[in-house]
Structure formats: structure tokens, C-alpha cells
T-cell receptor, first 115, second 113 residues
Framework: NAGVTQTPKFQVLKTGQSMTLQCAQD?????MYWYRQDPGMGLRLIYY???????DKGEVPNGYNVSRLNKREFSLRLESAAPSQTSVYFC??????????????FGPGTRLTVL | AQSVSQHNHHVILSEAASLELGCNYS??????LFWYVQYPGQHLQLLLK??????LVKGIKGFEAEFIKSKFSFNLRKPSVQWSDTAEYFC???????????FGKGNQVVVIP
């Protein structure tokens, strides 16, 4: 049981390049999330997917797109990277509903630098 | 939208000292409350959570938190810290019926041996 996995772990891009960050979970969770973490800013939600086939914008969606490929996988795409997108990106997943099992589990993160 | 405040972003203390980190959220109603910890170079891990029942919640590694509904607060405490508690701590709030979490900006805690 790997939990939430992310690839790559590190990436350096030049301004204007594109790339896709991959995320997969093996916990049969319905909901998946993408966050960015910047010093002194905490975690900010970029996009989330409440269930397979649905995606919604979070707090900071500009410059990003997402795809919920299937129940397991949720990818984040930067079409034209900018230095302001230098950050650590975390993927998370959770069940839905109000049970006390509904916590978010996080992946190990992708450290992205845009030059 | 819910907002979460964590004060004293940087905390430095010696081993065996007591730690208390404050967390306040912006509006009431039924909420679920979480504290996550991020050790250097690692991903976020759940420290403890409150969903209902006893407002004093005990988590891993000797941490506890108290939910005070009237103050919109969920403060984290540990009576005696260790060097290994050096980490960043995040408070998060989820409104009932909403799967999204609102995170605070975090507390960077450094424990000096």
C-alpha cells in the first residue's frame, strides 16, 4: 500500500516550458487535490476533484490545468511555466462524507523551479 | 470562505520546554479540525483531528489539542518538546459538507537540544 505517490520529485524548467505533474493513490479515495506550498504562505489549493469525472478550481488556479484520468490518477499541467510557479507541489486524496475517517493523505511532493 | 489564523510563525524553544500553538478560524457552524506536521524535507502527516465528542483530542507523539467552539480555536499543545519535534505545524479546518480544507500559514518550530 503506497498511499499517494507523485512524480517527478524534482524538476527544473525554463520560462515558457510545459510539464505535467503526476499523482496516483491506491486507497480507493474519491476526492483528490493539488496544493502548492510557498514559504510563509501555508498550503493553497490549486484544483480539486471531488469525484472521478469532476474538477473544480481552488484558491490559486491561474496558470494550471488538471485532469482526473480515472479514480486513481489526478494530474496537474503547467502549459507555460513562469518563475512565479516555482514552488513545492503536493497532491492529496481523501474519502467523501462526514465520517471521522475523512482526512486528507498527502504525497511526498514535487519541488519545481522555473528559471 | 473559511480562513485560518496561526500566530507566531517562528517559534524557538529548548528541549523539555512546553509548546502551545494557536489556531483560530473565521466562522462557526459545524467544522472538522486538523493539525498536520511536516518534518524537514518530508510531506505532511496528520498529527491529530477533531470531528465530534470530547473537545480535548490526543494525537501522536504526545501532542494534544483543545477545541473551544466559543473562541473558534483549536490550539495545539505538548508539555515537553524534544529535538525531534523540530518541524512546521499546520492547522486546517473543514466546513461540514465540504471536502475542502483551509490551511493556516504554519508555525515553524525549532527545538534546540
Amino acid at each position: 500500500n503506497a498511499g499517494v505517490t507523485q512524480t517527478p520529485k524534482f524538476q527544473v524548467l525554463k520560462t515558457g516550458q510545459s510539464m505535467t505533474l503526476q499523482c496516483a493513490q491506491d486507497m480507493n479515495h474519491n476526492s483528490m487535490y493539488w496544493y502548492r506550498q510557498d514559504p510563509g504562505m501555508g498550503l493553497r489549493l490549486i484544483y480539486y476533484s471531488a469525484s472521478e469525472g469532476t474538477t473544480d478550481k481552488g484558491e490559486v488556479p491561474n496558470g494550471y490545468n488538471v485532469s482526473r484520468l480515472n479514480k486513481r490518477e489526478f494530474s496537474l499541467r503547467l502549459e507555460s511555466a513562469a518563475p512565479s510557479q516555482t514552488s513545492v507541489y503536493f497532491c492529496a486524496s481523501s474519502t467523501v462524507g462526514e465520517s471521522s475517517d475523512n482526512e486528507q493523505f498527502f504525497g511526498p511532493g514535487t519541488r519545481l523551479t522555473v528559471l | 470562505a473559511q480562513s485560518v489564523s496561526q500566530h507566531n510563525h517562528h517559534v524557538i524553544l529548548s528541549e523539555a520546554a512546553s509548546l502551545e500553538l494557536g489556531c483560530n478560524y473565521s466562522y462557526g457552524g459545524t467544522v472538522n479540525l486538523f493539525w498536520y506536521v511536516q518534518y524537514p524535507g518530508q510531506h505532511l502527516q496528520l498529527l491529530l483531528k477533531y470531528f465530534s465528542g470530547d473537545p480535548l483530542v490526543k494525537g501522536i507523539k504526545g501532542f494534544e489539542a483543545e477545541f473551544i467552539k466559543s473562541k473558534f480555536s483549536f490550539n495545539l499543545r505538548k508539555p515537553s518538546v524534544q529535538w525531534s519535534d523540530t518541524a512546521e505545524y499546520f492547522c486546517a479546518v473543514r466546513d461540514y459538507g465540504n471536502n475542502r480544507l483551509a490551511f493556516g500559514k504554519g508555525n515553524q518550530v525549532v527545538v534546540i537540544p
